[in-house]
């Protein structure tokens, strides 16, 4: 079983629509999960950074953490043609390293 | 705002041939990380450094890998000699302490083909 498994779309929505990405991970020892944008040829941006179960919302995103089921996700409210990129989900080891999923590309059509 | 910066941003070089890809990651953080990321594949973890140290690195940093800090400023990669699956997106990173709670912050990549 991966460690972490994203589903890479790609997904294509229209402008405003509410978008859904999502993750599972296998190791439940896994305490911060984060969400990383990443446009075309350029490096991961970090978007959002959540520890252990709950939600934490940050203007148009929201990000939740299921550690029962050992599922997380990202919500992104009135999508705009800007946040068409490709989502990474990661989590860090105890060492500290970047555990990363496989990346959703997402395109929002004006 | 400061940020991580990497060089060349495109290298071409043939199979065989040793390359050094090149970081200034940021000027207050004390932990170093190489990641890369293969064309339609996922991010990979290569290596940590800290204190002049490789603190961690994966089953893909073999012996033709090795990382340095020349200087105060730089962070470098070297790949001895290069495969063609050595063709990929190499990331630096870098982050102040190191700890889980620590934010990586990435530069923009170094795209490496290999001929």
């Known amino acids: 079983q991966k460690e972490v498994e994203q589903d890479p779309g790609p997904l294509s929505v229209p402008e405003g629509a509410i978008v859904s990405l999502n993750c599972t991970y296998s190791?439940?020892?896994?305490?911060?999960f984060m969400w990383y944008r990443q446009y075309s040829r350029k490096g991961p941006e970090l978007l959002m950074y959540t520890y252990s179960s709950g939600n934490k919302e940050d203007g148009r995103f929201t990000a939740q953490v299921d550690k029962s089921s050992k599922y997380i996700s990202l919500f992104i409210r009135d999508s705009q043609p800007s946040d068409s990129a490709t989502y990474l989900c990661?989590?860090?080891?105890?060492?500290?390293?970047?555990?990363f999923g496989q990346g959703t590309t997402l395109q929002v059509k004006p | 705002e400061p940020e991580v910066t990497q060089t060349p941003s495109h290298q071409v070089t043939q199979m065989g041939q040793e390359v050094i890809l090149r970081c200034v990651p940021i000027?207050?953080?004390?932990?170093f990380y190489w990641y890369r990321q293969i064309l339609g594949q996922k991010v990979e973890f290569l290596v940590s450094?800290?204190?002049?140290?490789?603190?961690?690195k994966s089953e893909i940093f073999d012996d033709q890998f090795s990382v340095e800090r020349p200087d105060g400023s730089n962070f470098t990669l070297k790949i001895r000699s290069t495969k063609l699956e050595d063709s990929a997106m190499y990331f630096c990173?870098?982050?102040?302490?190191?700890?889980?709670?620590?934010?990586?912050?990435f530069g923009p990549g170094t795209r490496l083909t290999v001929t």
């Open positions: 450094f800290y204190n002049n140290e490789i603190s961690e």
């Open positions: 990661a989590m860090i080891s105890n060492t500290g390293k970047l555990i």
């Open positions: 000027s207050n953080h004390l932990y």
């Open positions: 190791n439940s020892a896994f305490q911060y």
């Open positions: 990173a870098s982050s102040e302490d190191g700890g889980t709670a620590d934010e990586q912050y």
